[in-house]
Nanobody, 121 residues
Framework: QVQLVESGGGLVQAGGSLRLSCAGSGDTICISTMAWYRRSPGKERELVAAISSGGSTDYADSVKGRFTISRDNAKNTVYLQMNSLKPEDTAAYYC???????????????WGKGILVTVSL
């Protein structure tokens, strides 16, 4: 089992920055891709950014050029640097991790409990 714990959320004014962190613990040897999702009120959950174990990244069009995902494999931690924040970035942000193909890791994915980011005008 893997546990994911997010930190770094809060209230920020439009144009400001926040850095989210997600620390993994437990069977961290099983962690492959890590990602951030978000869910805004009245909207479906969406992928914000993802990063593979090798460092390849992918971003939602809405955050390209403003958000940067990175990871520290030694610390089993993934980060999301969010710059030029907009009110529409207001959401609960969730950390996600998928397992490697090792048989011992199974096929279960893991989620953090989420952290709130609020961007005010």
């Amino acid at each position: 089992q893997v546990q994911l714990v997010e930190s770094g959320g809060g209230l920020v004014q439009a144009g400001g920055s926040l850095r989210l962190s997600c620390a993994g613990s437990g069977d961290t040897i099983c962690i492959s891709t890590m990602a951030w999702y978000r869910r805004s009120p009245g909207k479906e959950r969406e992928l914000v950014a993802a990063i593979s174990s090798g460092g390849s990244t992918d971003y939602a069009d809405s955050v390209k050029g403003r958000f940067t995902i990175s990871r520290d494999n030694a610390k089993n931690t993934v980060y999301l640097q969010m710059n030029s924040l907009k009110p529409e970035d207001t959401a609960a942000y969730y950390c996600f991790a998928s397992p490697t193909l090792q048989p011992m890791c199974g096929m279960t994915t893991w989620w953090g409990k989420g952290i709130l980011v609020t961007v005010s005008l």
